[in-house]
T-cell receptor, first 115, second 115 residues
Framework: EAGVTQFPSHSVIEKGQTVTLRCDPI?????LYWYRRVMGKEIKFLLH????????ESGMPNNRFLAERTGGTYSTLKVQPAELEDSGVYFC?????????????FGPGTRLTVL | GNSVTQMEGPVTLSEEAFLTINCTYT??????LFWYVQYPGEGLQLLLK?????DKGSNKGFEATYRKETTSFHLEKGSVQVSDSAVYFC??????????????FGTGTQLKVEL
């Protein structure tokens, strides 16, 4: 069974440009999460989808970030316009159930560098 | 709010040495606790977990015990190998009815094991 995949693995853009990150969860997983690790600090939650609906977007830093999950399958995270402080590693995770039995499976991450 | 504090790294050990990585947490209620590991070039993998007080999670020779009285979940391994070199993240998830499924992570501890 394929794991969570993310594309691209690396992205280098200039301040003010737009970048779109993609996450393909494990097939059949209704829950999809986005997290971010900035400058070697802790990994922080961004948002949580249940199927195509945003369940919790309390971690989204500002309105320059837009996440979508069309049809409840893959998800995209767009940053527009990108700022220097957006540099970091963006992780996606997916899980099948909610509650104490839930295990989140993570992708390899997308390393974003904003120059 | 919820928070996780890990010992700062990097930690450098010789092969077969004993490993302890300290982790303490702050949370209301009864969170579930996790250790994730990120090997070089890979995504986060769940290493072990514990869902209630006094539970011991174990996997691949690693162990951690959920200590509610000290709000700790220290990671231990009796004899580390070079292949254990990675970044280790402690994380918590609030219990049922307490803030959804998002994970709160520590800053990560880099472990380097040398021959």
């Amino acid at each position: 069974e394929a794991g969570v995949t993310q594309f691209p693995s690396h992205s280098v853009i200039e301040k003010g440009q737009t970048v779109t990150l993609r996450c393909d969860p494990i097939s059949g997983h209704d829950n999809l999460y986005w997290y971010r690790r900035v400058m070697g600090k802790e990994i922080k939650f961004l948002l949580h989808f249940v199927k195509e609906s945003k369940q919790d977007e309390s971690g989204m830093p500002n309105n320059r970030f837009l996440a979508e999950r069309t049809g409840g399958t893959y998800s995209t995270l767009k940053v527009q316009p990108a700022e220097l402080e957006d540099s970091g590693v963006y992780f996606c995770a997916s899980s099948q159930e909610r509650g104490r039995t839930d295990t989140q499976y993570f992708g390899p991450g997308t390393r974003l560098t904003v120059l | 709010g919820n928070s996780v504090t890990q010992m700062e790294g990097p930690v450098t050990l010789s092969e077969e040495a004993f490993l302890t990585i300290n982790c303490t947490y702050t949370a209301t209620g009864y969170p579930s606790l996790f250790w994730y590991v990120q090997y070089p070039g890979e995504g986060l993998q769940l290493l072990l977990k514990a869902t209630k007080a006094d539970d011991k999670g174990s996997n691949k020779g690693f162990e951690a015990t959920y200590r509610k009285e000290t709000t700790s979940f220290h990671l231990e391994k009796g004899s580390v190998q070079v292949s254990d070199s990675a970044v280790y993240f402690c994380a918590l998830r609030r219990g049922i009815g307490g803030g959804g499924n998002k994970l709160t992570f520590g800053t990560g501890t880099q472990l380097k094991v040398e021959l």
